[in-house]
């Protein structure tokens, strides 16, 4: 379903326009991140790298905390961590569907949240559908779980898989359905169940969008894949 009703955020136009628009992408797929890592990645310099960042605080799209210390506490402020807010998000289409919210409160007063979950299920079904012989013919939990975030950026979830300790961590960057599912936890419920079908293992949702987290995170343990009715193979 496609939002409509609200304009995206404008973004001012020229060069100027289009790095900022760079910039934001940077914190939108890898936030929380300093603004060197920024400036490195685009090989701009720091300083224009925190003019952006500082236009986009100012008007309420990006927003910084404090970077963990490791080791010693050394001298000097502690870096700050940018990451876009929810208003910055809509820069990139995160723009909330008020129909698609009335449609399932509607629902779940007609039929209860059953109802509410046969929606979500059909939902992520198409989803599965769509991408899972892309997912289930690779060879390990690693591959897997790459090939699950292109599926998921091909549908506009800006996601990503790196490995973490005993297992591969799933970043969603970006939610679509944010709003709804922060109302109707059962797209996220339903959504991680698919995730578990596809990868052949058990999956913990750590962290999400619609919980007020700044990216939808899972775990996926590196355990082999256990085929439907069989043994780990």
Same mark, same amino acid.
């Given at each position: 379903? &496609?939002?409509?009703?609200i ?14 628009? *760079?910039?934001? #992408? ?12 920024? *400036? ?7 300083t224009?790298?925190? /003019?952006?960042?500082? !236009? ?8 910084? @905390?404090?970077?963990? /210390? /490791? +080791? ?8 700050k ?11 990139? +289409?995160?723009?909330?569907? %008020?129909?698609?919210?009335a ?18 299920? #059909? /939902? ?10 892309a ?8 591959? @897997?779980? &790459? !090939? ?13 898989? #790196?490995?973490? +300790? *005993? ?10 359905? !944010? ?14 169940? *698919? ?16 919980? +007020?987290?700044a ?8 355990t082999?894949?256990?085929? %439907?009715?069989?043994?780990p193979?």
């Open positions: 379903m &496609k939002n409509a009703g304009e995206p955020t404008a973004v001012p136009s020229g060069h100027d326009g289009r790095t900022r628009h *760079a910039v934001a #992408r940077l914190l939108l797929e890898q936030g929380p991140v300093t603004a060197a890592s920024v *400036a490195e990645q685009l090989g701009l310099s720091p224009a790298v925190r /003019r952006h960042i500082d !236009a986009l605080v100012a008007d309420g799209e990006a927003t910084s @905390r404090e970077a963990p /210390r /490791r +080791g010693q506490r050394g001298r000097g402020r502690p870096a961590l940018f990451l876009l807010t929810e208003q910055g998000r809509a820069r990139f +289409g995160h723009a909330y569907d %008020d129909l698609a919210v449609a399932l409160r509607f629902l779940a007063e007609q039929g209860g949240e059953e109802a509410v979950r046969a929606f979500a299920e #059909r /939902r992520v079904s198409a989803f599965v559908d769509r991408h899972r012989a997912i289930v013919t690779q060879p390990d939990a690693a591959d @897997r779980a &790459k !090939a699950l975030a292109v599926a998921l950026t091909r549908e506009g979830y800006a996601a990503s898989a #790196r490995h973490v +300790g *005993a297992g591969e961590q799933l970043c969603q960057h970006l939610c679509p359905v !944010a709003h709804v599912a922060a109302e109707f936890p059962q797209l996220c419920e339903t959504e991680t169940a *698919a995730f578990a079908d596809l990868l052949g293992t058990h999956v913990q949702r750590l962290a999400t969008i619609a919980r +007020g987290d990216v939808c995170t899972t775990h996926i343990p590196n082999p894949r256990i085929p %439907d009715g069989g043994e193979a």
